[in-house]
C-alpha cells in the first residue's frame, strides 16, 4: 500500500468512526442535545478531525442518514426471511425479524431516522427528508412480496401494497416510541405481536367466528343482514364467505319493556343502537352466530 493509499483508507477510517458515533449518540440522546463533543468522544477522535470531514452536526446527521440506510439494505438483503418461497411467508417472516432486532440497550434497536425526524421535521428540511428516504426506502422492500401476495391470493382490497408497506413502519416506530416511553423492549414487542396478528387477519389465515366477538357486541337474529352490511362486505372483500340463518321477513319485535309497551327493533346498524336498547336485546332475544368460512 503506497503513502497516498494508506492515508485515504486512515480517512475513511476516521470518518467510519464518526458516523457510528453519529448512530449511537443520536439515537442515545436526540439529535439536539447531541454535541459535536459527544460525538468526539464517542469515536475517540479530535474535533479537528471532524471538521475535516463535517462542515457542521447537520452535515454529520445527513450522512449518517445515508450511512444507516447502506447499513439497513445490507443488514435486511441478507436476512434469513429473505428465503422464503412464499411473499406472505417472508412478509410475516419480516415481522419476526424485526422483533428479533429488540435486543440489547434502547440506542441498539431504535431507529436513527425515527428518533431524529421527531425533533427536525420542522427546523431542517434537508434533514427530514432524509429521514423520509430512510423510512419510506426501507418500506419499498416490503411492496413487492405484499403484491406478490396479493396477486397469488386473488385479493382484490382497497388498499394499496405501499400504503400497507408503511403501515408497518408506523407501526414499528411506534413501537419505538414505546419502548422509549417505559424504557424497555417489552411493549415494542407486544406491538410487533399485534401486527403480525393484523397481518394475518388481512390475508385470511385466521378464521374469525363469532362475528360478535370481533364487533365485542352480542350480534341477535332480530337485527337483519342489512344492519351490518359494510362489515359484511368487508369480509367479503377479503375473500370470506358469510352464512347466516336470519330470516328478513320474520317479525322483529321485542319483549314487554318495563313500561309494558312493545317496541319495534329498527334496521338501523347495531352500532346505531343505544346502551339501554342492547341491554333489553341482550336479556330478551337469544344471540344467534354468523359462520365465516375461509375460501
Given at each position: 500500500m503506497t503513502p497516498t493509499e494508506t492515508k485515504l483508507e486512515s480517512k475513511h477510517e476516521s470518518k467510519t468512526r464518526f458516523l457510528n458515533a453519529a448512530l449511537h449518540v443520536i439515537r442515545a440522546k436526540g439529535y439536539s442535545a447531541t454535541r459535536i463533543e459527544d460525538i468526539c468522544e464517542a469515536a475517540g477522535l479530535t474535533k479537528g478531525s471532524f471538521f475535516h470531514h463535517f462542515d457542521c452536526k447537520e452535515a454529520l446527521?445527513?450522512?449518517?442518514?445515508?450511512?444507516?440506510?447502506?447499513?439497513?439494505?445490507?443488514?435486511?438483503?441478507?436476512?434469513?426471511?429473505?428465503?422464503?418461497?412464499?411473499?406472505?411467508d417472508r412478509l410475516l417472516a419480516y415481522v419476526d425479524f424485526r422483533k428479533a432486532l429488540l435486543s440489547g440497550e434502547l440506542p441498539d434497536f431504535t431507529c436513527l431516522a425515527g428518533t431524529m425526524v421527531q425533533e427536525v421535521y420542522d427546523t431542517h428540511p434537508a434533514l427530514r427528508e432524509a429521514c423520509n428516504r430512510c423510512i419510506t426506502g426501507h418500506a419499498g422492500i416490503l411492496v413487492p412480496d405484499i403484491e406478490e401476495a396479493v396477486r397469488q391470493r386473488g385479493m382484490h382490497p382497497e388498499w394499496t401494497a405501499e400504503s400497507l408497506a408503511l403501515y408497518t413502519q408506523a407501526t414499528i416506530q411506534g413501537a419505538f416510541i414505546l419502548a422509549k416511553a417505559t424504557h424497555g423492549a417489552e411493549v415494542a414487542a407486544q406491538c410487533i405481536d399485534h401486527l403480525r396478528r393484523y397481518l394475518e387477519l388481512l390475508f385470511n389465515l385466521r378464521t374469525v367466528t363469532p362475528l360478535g366477538a370481533i364487533l365485542h357486541i352480542p350480534y341477535c337474529r332480530y337485527v337483519v343482514n342489512a344492519a351490518l352490511l359494510d362489515f359484511r362486505n368487508l369480509l367479503v372483500s377479503h375473500g370470506y364467505t358469510v352464512f347466516d340463518a336470519i330470516d328478513t321477513g320474520e317479525q322483529r319485535r321485542l319483549g314487554p319493556t318495563r313500561s309494558g309497551r312493545r317496541q319495534e327493533l329498527d334496521l338501523d346498524p347495531l352500532c346505531r343502537i343505544g346502551a339501554q336498547r342492547m341491554r333489553r336485546v341482550e336479556r330478551r332475544i337469544q344471540h344467534e352466530t354468523i359462520i365465516l368460512i375461509k375460501p
Open positions: 446527521a445527513l450522512d449518517a442518514a445515508d450511512y444507516w440506510i447502506e447499513g439497513s439494505e445490507a443488514l435486511f438483503a441478507s436476512a434469513p426471511y429473505r428465503y422464503h418461497a412464499d411473499p406472505l
